[in-house]
């Protein structure tokens, strides 16, 4: 499979998987979701890889170099044309396999986010064994500014990280995590300037690459078990609201004043 919205390349055991969408600071869609999902499930079973680590990408616009991790959700690809009941949901399953498939992948995946984390970008991160953040990097749960709902797991990991109240205030509001505030509420494992970020991440990545591989997809597989026992039930219910919320006139007015550059005016309806 040819990719066009990712790379990747494979040194010292590590996998570094990188979003490639810069010119949309690597908003998902459809196409990505699929090439993140196929490149890990050929490299699954692979004994020359170890560790993955999930990284952005770079826009330059205008002579100016500007990180990215992933912006959210293709916006701009939602407000085009109309999209049936079933459209959306299949959409929504095929964001939660990505997500699931990172939680439950048999070898550690680091999140190196590079630049801003925001909705599906910040669900991705949180389905990997750890967040790892430049000083220059922030996270965010847009979703209730955007007339939507929270996916990937987000609704158990994050209370189970940084307390119920937290969760609360942070998904509520939306409001931005810069990287040293995440690393002190335990969201990331630790933060780096940009220009000797990949070097630490790479470090970290290779050291966890020199252990036996069994016992690693051993810890992994039952640490995530007692951690999470019931994901399956939790991406139900998120995915049951994340399509309720695509079915509202609010949902379409975010979308609408999204791509309109305005502040959106939701009715509750």
């Given at each position: 499979?040819?990719?066009?919205?990712?790379k990747y390349?494979?040194?010292?055991?590590?996998?570094?998987?990188?979003?490639?969408?810069p010119?949309?600071?690597?908003?998902?869609n459809?196409?990505?979701?699929?090439?993140?999902?196929?490149?890990?499930q050929?490299?699954?079973?692979?004994?020359?890889?170890?560790v993955?680590?999930?990284?952005?990408?770079?826009?330059?616009?205008?002579?100016?170099?500007?990180?990215?991790?992933?912006?959210?959700?293709d916006?701009?690809?939602?407000s085009e044309?109309?999209?049936?009941?079933?459209?959306?949901?299949?959409?929504?399953?095929?964001?939660?396999?990505?997500?699931?498939?990172?939680?439950?992948?048999?070898?550690?995946?680091?999140?190196?986010?590079?630049g801003?984390?925001?909705?599906?970008?910040?669900?991705?991160?949180?389905?990997?064994?750890f967040?790892?953040?430049?000083?220059?990097?922030s996270?965010?749960?847009?979703?209730t500014?955007?007339?939507?709902f929270?996916?990937?797991g987000?609704?158990?990991?994050?209370?189970?990280?940084?307390?119920?109240?937290?969760?609360?205030?942070?998904?509520?509001?939306?409001?931005v995590?810069?990287?040293?505030?995440a690393?002190?509420?335990?969201?990331?494992?630790?933060?780096?300037?940009?220009?000797?970020?990949?070097?630490?991440?790479?470090?970290?990545?290779?050291?966890?690459?020199?252990?036996?591989?069994i016992?690693?997809?051993?810890a992994?597989?039952?640490?995530?078990g007692?951690y999470?026992?019931?994901?399956e039930?939790?991406l139900?219910?998120?995915?049951?609201?994340?399509?309720?919320?695509?079915?509202?006139?609010?949902?379409?007015?975010?979308?609408d004043?999204f791509?309109?550059?305005?502040?959106p005016?939701?009715?509750?309806r």
């Amino acid at each position: 499979m040819d990719y066009s919205t990712i790379k990747y390349e494979i040194r010292d055991g590590v996998m570094v998987l990188r979003l490639n969408r810069p010119e949309r600071m690597n908003a998902v869609n459809e196409a990505m979701y699929s090439e993140i999902t196929d490149l890990l499930q050929r490299h699954r079973e692979d004994p020359d890889i170890r560790v993955v680590v999930l990284t952005g990408s770079v826009r330059i616009k205008e002579g100016l170099e500007k990180q990215a991790f992933c912006a959210g959700a293709d916006l701009k690809k939602h407000s085009e044309g109309e999209r049936t009941h079933a459209q959306k949901r299949k959409y929504i399953e095929q964001a939660h396999e990505t997500t699931r498939l990172l939680y439950r992948y048999p070898k550690p995946i680091i999140a190196a986010v590079n630049g801003p984390a925001r909705g599906a970008g910040a669900e991705m991160a949180f389905s990997c064994d750890f967040i790892t953040m430049s000083d220059e990097a922030s996270i965010a749960f847009p979703e209730t500014g955007l007339g939507t709902f929270v996916g990937g797991g987000v609704t158990l990991h994050l209370p189970r990280i940084v307390g119920l109240m937290k969760a609360k205030e942070l998904i509520y509001t939306g409001r931005v995590l810069h990287a040293a505030e995440a690393v002190e509420l335990g969201i990331a494992l630790y933060s780096y300037p940009m220009g000797m970020f990949m070097d630490k991440v790479m470090e970290f990545a290779v050291e966890i690459a020199g252990k036996a591989p069994i016992p690693t997809a051993m810890a992994k597989k039952y640490l995530q078990g007692a951690y999470l026992f019931d994901l399956e039930t939790v991406l139900q219910l998120e995915a049951d609201a994340i399509l309720a919320c695509m079915d509202t006139d609010d949902w379409q007015e975010g979308i609408d004043a999204f791509a309109e550059k305005r502040k959106p005016v939701y009715r509750g309806r």
